[in-house]
């Protein structure tokens, strides 16, 4: 007799298959409308693999390449380094889905996107706001961009910040090279930069 | 450190869209399920680290299921309405008696009702069902147990 209430009660709730996705979208829409969401992510496709991007109510806080990391990953550290309440919020990121989509087609060539920097810090802040200005087509040597921001015996730390940007593409630190034209290392892969390097016609 | 309120809800929000498709049909559970994850979502940065968070969207629900079934008393609709028919098939016998169920669930006293649910529909252990109550382990298994005692009197 149990039996027969328990799988009844058993049942509950799963007899219609899209009420939670259909129940989560809107639940997504009202919690950033209310201002609730303050990271908002999603997932991009991009000719190298898919990408992270997340934004804060600031602007654009981070790009990440899921083919050296993971989402989950990406979602631990947004939520410990901005906020939990981190939230897929796929329309928020339109806008720069969009641009990035528009870039890797060769139609962009630069990026109108607001930025939240809140994951630079110190000397990576002077390093990055140096290199965002380098144009499309055009590239500086670690030692150049180390003497810009103000440090010229600094190109080693210089590329430590680079390789912690953690907006590529949209802060092009693509844009800079070893020191005799050597492409050199790049969170996608060195040879993501080279082909990036290319499309831009700066090698 | 908390995780990342994108991963309560990719693991729990079937269980909590469950727990209140049970508790309160299936037309309420839509915006109890919208007013649990926003409230949750505002109280969110202050719940303390490592504390069992299926637990606590269980605690808001089953207050959001309370507050539904006040505003249902109000109003001259039926408590605890079946789910619906898959694909609006016309109700068979084993619908109308599953009907009778959720109207039996829907009179069970609340604390009654919580524990049934939780323990059947949404598989929790008396333990956490006693988190969600605010009672002890004992009280959380009698709970079930009177519950269902009930439900064979009216649905047998």
């Not at chain 2, 505003?71 to 898959?86: D, F, L, N």
């Amino acid at each position: 007799m149990t039996d027969r209430i328990e799988r009844a009660l058993k049942k509950a709730g799963r007899t219609d298959g899209n009420g939670v996705g259909e129940a989560l979208r809107r639940l997504a829409d009202r919690a950033t409308t209310e201002g609730l969401v303050d990271v908002a992510y999603a997932r991009a496709d991009s000719p190298f693999g898919d990408l992270l991007l997340a934004s804060t109510r600031r602007g654009l806080a981070r790009v990440a390449f899921l083919s050296v990391t993971e989402e989950d990953e990406v979602a631990d550290e947004l939520a410990a380094r901005i906020s939990p309440r981190i939230l897929r919020a796929p329309e928020r990121l339109d806008d720069a889905r969009r641009q990035l989509d528009e870039y890797f087609e060769g139609h962009r060539r630069r990026f109108e996107l607001r930025t939240d920097r809140v994951l630079i810090h110190g000397f990576q802040r002077q390093v990055l706001s140096r290199t965002a200005q380098i144009p499309y087509g055009s590239y500086l040597t670690y030692a150049e961009v180390a003497a810009e921001a103000g440090s010229p015996r600094a190109h080693r730390a210089a590329g430590t910040a680079l390789a912690r940007n953690p907006i590529p593409i949209v802060i092009p630190c693509h844009r800079v090279l070893r020191s005799g034209g050597l492409v050199g290392n790049y969170g996608g892969g060195p040879e993501m930069k080279a082909r990036l390097l290319e499309m831009e016609g700066a090698l | 450190m908390l995780p990342p309120f994108q991963a309560l809800l990719d693991e729990h929000a079937d269980a909590i869209h469950r727990f209140l498709v049970a508790s309160v049909g299936p037309v309420e559970a839509d915006d109890c399920f919208q007013e649990t994850f926003i409230a949750a979502l505002r109280a969110y940065p202050r719940l303390r680290p490592g504390s069992n968070a299926r637990a606590w969207l269980f605690t808001i629900a089953r207050s959001k299921a309370i507050d539904a079934h006040r505003g249902a008393r109000r109003r001259p609709v039926p408590v605890g309405e079946p789910p619906e028919p898959r694909d609006g098939a016309p109700a068979t016998r084993s619908n109308a008696a599953d009907g009778e169920l959720w109207a039996a669930v829907g009179a069970l006293p609340e604390k009654q009702r919580a524990a049934v649910v939780l323990r059947f529909a949404c598989d929790l252990s008396h333990r956490e069902i006693g988190r969600v109550l605010d009672c002890s382990d004992d009280a959380a298994r009698r709970n079930v147990h009177e519950g269902v005692k009930r439900l064979r009197e009216v649905w047998a």
